[in-house]
Structures are given as C-alpha cells and as structure tokens.
C-alpha cells in the first residue's frame, strides 16, 4: 500500500516538474518569438499530460501512452532539426 501511494506521489512531482519546464519555454518563447522553445513548450506540456494520464491509468500496457511520448519527441525533434536548417 506504501509503494503504491509513493509511486502515484513521484508520478504528479514528476508531471508538475515537465509542468515548470514547459513554463521555462514559454517564457523563453515569449521573450525571444523563437519557434524552438515554443515546440519544446509544447512537447513538455504534452509529457505532463501523459505522466498525469499514467498517473490515472498505472498499466503502461496501453499503446496510447507510448503514442502520445512519440508526439512529443516528435516536436522535439522537429524542432532541432527546423533550427539547424535556417
């Protein structure tokens, strides 16, 4: 019962903390207008709500949560390689 509940406790400290890095990019976005922190922005935000999704649902089975982290590495990944072409 112990590991359960410090298990879901690590699960939402882990989805706040890409929560306050997806913050750190919007404010870098905002002060800079460079795409790249936007994307990483949002690939942040998008790895919160998946942690939170797990969080909800503790069986990773579910081939949902590894489509939603491809999305996100997907921005990442976009996002380097849109700013190593201009």
């Known amino acids: 019962m112990a590991v359960d509940s ?3 406790f690590l699960r939402g400290a882990i989805s706040a903390l890409f929560m306050v890095s997806a913050g ?3 404010r870098f976005w ?3 207008h460079d795409r ?12 919160a709500l998946n942690q939170f999704g797990i969080s909800a649902a503790p069986d990773q089975a579910y081939p949902v949560h590894y489509v939603i982290r491809l999305i996100a590495y ?3 990944l976009w996002a380097i390689i849109e700013k190593n072409r201009s």
């Open 30 to 32: 905002r002060q800079t």
């Open 36 to 47: 790249l922190h936007l994307k990483f922005a949002i690939a942040f935000f998008v790895m």
């Open 6 to 8: 410090l298990n879901l």
């Open 24 to 26: 750190f990019f919007v």
């Open 74 to 76: 997907s921005f990442i």
